[in-house]
């Protein structure tokens, strides 16, 4: 696997020819310019006893209209398993409970992912962030990391310093173009504070 950088926030990395082609995403905390080891998003949140927090990756398999096909290509906790089997939401945890494996993790192998899948959408949010009294000003230093399978990561994306309550944020997304993906930083929080709003924004409209 190889990849270079596009843009600011863009970059592009090409399929391997001869082997899977299989990254993960961990939404952790870790210091962006050494890419050191994740550590505890619990010991990072202002203001809270750390097992207080619950955030959620989760991601979105899109067509060539940008719309979500079926619910099932929504892959969450609540869903793990992609039907094609490509994309697996492999860790959820209550971050700040123990000393490790703190962190986030889905896992995407690009050379399965059906022809339909054009782009692919991460987002993060707060478990119970209303009843909890908490959104994403109060977390610093927070990062979602790529990285091939049992390799130190190629990117980390780490979280501005929000002042207003958000509480759901588009991390990323990827776009086929050929044999390659378009990889572009997002980062954008989004107006809404429930599970069905989100899956709104990618479900289409009927007349």
Not at 52 to 80: G, K, R, Y
Request: with cysteine; glycine share 2%; net charge neutral.
């Amino acid at each position: 696997m190889s990849i270079k950088l596009v843009a600011q926030d863009s970059w592009r990395f090409q399929l391997a020819a001869t082997q899977p082609t299989t990254l993960t995403f961990d939404f952790t905390w870790s210091n962006s310019s050494t890419l050191e080891a994740p550590r505890s998003l619990g010991s990072v949140f202002r203001g809270l006893q750390p097992a207080a927090l619950d955030c959620d990756l989760a991601v979105f398999l899109l067509n060539a209209q940008a719309e979500l096909p079926t619910p099932a290509a929504f892959i969450s906790f609540a869903n793990p398993v992609s039907a094609c089997k490509s994309v697996r939401h492999l860790s959820d945890n209550l971050t700040g409970t123990n000393a490790a494996n703190k962190q986030e993790r889905l896992q995407v192998c690009f050379d399965t992912l059906p022809t339909w899948v054009e782009s692919l959408v991460f987002v993060v949010s707060i478990y119970e962030a209303a009843k909890r009294h908490q959104d994403f000003s109060q977390i610093q230093n927070a990062c979602l990391l790529v990285s091939p399978v049992d390799h130190k990561p190629w990117l980390s994306l780490c979280l501005p310093k929000f002042e207003t309550p958000i509480t759901y944020l588009q991390l990323l997304k990827l776009t086929r173009q050929d044999n390659s993906w378009l990889l572009q930083a997002l980062l954008e929080p989004l107006p809404i504070t429930t599970l069905p709003e989100l899956l709104k924004i990618y479900t289409p409209t009927t007349t």
